[in-house]
Nanobody, 120 residues
């Protein structure tokens, strides 16, 4: 299995920025597609962004396109989510997830989440 730990969440004013990080405890990190998801209170978990082993972007959710940037460092076993121009509707618990490249779209491993709160 892959163990994932998110960090970097916090409270920020609308228009501000946060950078989330996810550390993976695997020695085959480059073999996984990495994704970020989020879940707001009372809402379904939604996809945010995903990135290939090569570092190329798979896609962003329309709601974050142009504001968020996903990146990964395979040497450090980390994936990050740079969030700019934050809006109150971005408030959610953000989760890091991993999908084996042999099974695209199937996220089998999840972190515990980190809270992001954006005030108006």
């Amino acid at each position: 299995q892959v163990q994932l730990v998110e960090s970097g969440g916090g409270l920020v004013q609308a228009g501000g920025s946060l950078r989330l990080s996810c550390a993976a405890s695997t020695r085959t990190f480059s073999r996984y597609v990495m994704g970020w998801f989020r879940q707001a209170p009372g809402k379904e978990r939604e996809f945010v962004a995903a990135i290939r082993w090569s570092g190329t972007i798979i896609r962003y959710a329309d709601s974050v396109k142009g504001r968020f940037t996903i990146s990964r460092d395979n040497a450090e076993n980390t994936v990050s989510l740079q969030m700019n121009s934050l809006k109150p509707e971005d408030t959610a618990v953000y989760y890091c997830a991993a999908s084996r490249i042999e099974a695209p779209g199937k996220y089998d491993y999840w972190g515990q989440g980190t809270q992001v709160t954006v005030s108006s």
